[in-house]
Structure formats: structure tokens, C-alpha cells
């Protein structure tokens, strides 16, 4: 099984690296940085924050917006497209193990969603090191570990969708609905359904905590508002129930749990749906 795995996240990268979608994704976060570099964010001062603090503050919101919806709508096809294509009547003949095709596909994807991220701030560190700006390296790596986090999150729940869905166009679909829904539940419904329903703070709270995006966002503000005075008094039950050490623990641990649990149920389901 592990070298079934092995050759099969490396047939994923190879694939993927000669797709369009993959020098369309990475031109989005290349061209981010670059563009951020351009405008002169890292000389600007917002909140305190100066260089490059600045430019990784600004990079992750925008990460917030593009990377789910790409790792989803990407994922979603990976089984649901070989299924279309008649792929597994090969499969099952041939002496490669359902695990090690549905784990080496599930990595071999991670790479390739999250080493371009990884890169473009990589790419902007360097650079600010050549100009002499200061690099927060200890701000850097807990956004390196924040976007992992979210990256292999959606890449399990995009693995479950694509195990449930019989074919390309309902997996993007549902992919698709499932994002508007997470991005709809950071502020609109949410706020809505509480105020009408006149819900306890504890329990709103705790339902936002649910949602992943709301996680990593919650954890992105709290880097550089300590106080999360932007939430409100949302804040207090925040870091009384957390503490501020304790939440960004939550942020990185809830979405790796979450995509493991997602990846795992959409194995079973995989290997139930697929063996004669």
C-alpha cells in the first residue's frame, strides 16, 4: 500500500502540474504577491503593522477568499471524475490498492494546493530580506501552519463530496453550494438567525467555531487585534472559553481534525461504492 500511495501522489502532481487550472492557481497567488510588492503595501502602516507584517496580513485575507473555492472545485474531481471516466474498471484490475490510490491521490493534491501558497509568501520573504525589511518569522510560520491547515481541511471535505456524487457536474455543484454556504454562515445568516432567535452568546459563538472559514478568520484577526476588538462583544466569550494561545491552537487543530474525519468517511464510502 505505501508504495501504491507513493506512485499514485506523484502521478497527481505530474497531472496536475500539466493542467491549466494548476498555472491559473498559481499565477493567482504569484501575481498577488507580486502585485502587493508592486503597490507598495510592505511600506504602509495599518494597525501597527509595517513591511512585511503588512503584506502577510492583506495576502491572508485574500487566501481566506481563493483557496477553498480553488481546492474545492479541483478535489471534487478527482474521484468523481474517474468515475465518469470509467477509470476504476481499470483500476480494479490492476494491482493498485483502493487505499493507496485514494491516500496518494488525496496527497499528491495537498502538494499541489499548498506548496504555491507556500511559495508566493516564501517568494515575499526573500524579497524582503534583499530590501532590508524586518521579516516576522514567528508571524510566518503560524500563517504557513493557519493555511495548511485550511488547505488540507477542504481538500478532505472536497474528497467526501467527490466520493458521494456520481459525476463531475454534481460534485462542483455541491462543492460550490457548500463554500457559499460557509462564506454565507461568517456573518449574514448567522447574525440573523441569532438576533431572531435570541440566542445565548455562548451558543452562537459556539456554533461559528463550527464553521472552518470563520475559524481561520477569527484566528487571522486575533495576530494583529490581540483583543479581537473588531468581533465585538463576541471577543469576550472568545478568549474567556480559549484564551489566546489556546484559540490559535483550535484553529490549527479543528480544520486538520475536520478534513481528516471528512477524508476518512469519504474513503469508506469510496471503498463501499467501488468493490464488486
Known amino acids: 500500500m505505501l508504495r501504491d500511495f507513493r506512485l499514485v501522489a506523484r502521478l497527481d502532481v505530474v497531472e496536475s502540474l500539466r493542467a491549466r487550472w494548476f498555472l491559473v492557481y498559481a499565477l493567482v497567488f504569484g501575481g498577488t504577491v507580486a502585485l502587493l510588492f508592486a503597490f507598495g503595501v510592505t511600506e504602509s502602516r495599518v494597525l501597527g503593522f509595517l513591511g512585511l507584517s503588512r503584506l502577510l496580513v492583506t495576502y491572508i485575507q485574500l487566501c481566506m477568499a481563493v483557496l477553498p473555492v480553488f481546492v474545492l472545485i479541483t478535489t471534487v474531481r478527482s474521484v468523481a471524475g474517474d468515475r465518469e471516466a470509467g477509470v476504476f474498471e481499470y483500476l480494479l484490475a490492476l494491482p493498485v490498492s483502493l487505499g493507496g490510490w485514494f491516500w496518494g491521490r488525496m496527497a499528491g493534491r495537498f502538494a499541489v494546493v499548498f506548496v504555491p501558497v507556500f511559495l508566493a509568501m516564501a517568494a515575499g520573504a526573500g524579497w524582503a530580506q534583499i530590501q532590508a525589511i524586518p521579516v ?71 456554533i461559528a467555531l463550527g464553521n472552518p472559514l470563520q475559524v481561520f478568520r477569527t484566528a487571522a484577526m486575533l495576530l494583529f487585534d490581540p483583543q479581537l476588538v473588531l468581533l465585538g462583544p463576541s471577543a469576550f466569550v472568545i478568549l474567556d472559553a480559549f484564551g489566546r494561545a489556546g484559540y490559535l491552537a483550535w484553529a490549527i487543530g479543528y480544520p486538520l481534525v475536520l478534513g481528516t474525519v471528512s477524508a476518512l468517511v469519504g474513503f469508506r464510502i469510496f471503498r463501499r461504492g467501488d468493490l464488486p
Open 136 to 206: 516576522p518569522w514567528e508571524l510566518f510560520a503560524f500563517y504557513t501552519a493557519l493555511l495548511a491547515a485550511l488547505a488540507w481541511c477542504f481538500l478532505g471535505i472536497g474528497m467526501l463530496i467527490s466520493s458521494l456524487a456520481r459525476s463531475v457536474d454534481v460534485a462542483q455543484g455541491a462543492a460550490f453550494v457548500v463554500w457559499l454556504l460557509l462564506v454565507l454562515f461568517l456573518d449574514l445568516i448567522l447574525l440573523g438567525v441569532m438576533v431572531q432567535e435570541r440566542v445565548p452568546a455562548e451558543t452562537a459563538v459556539a
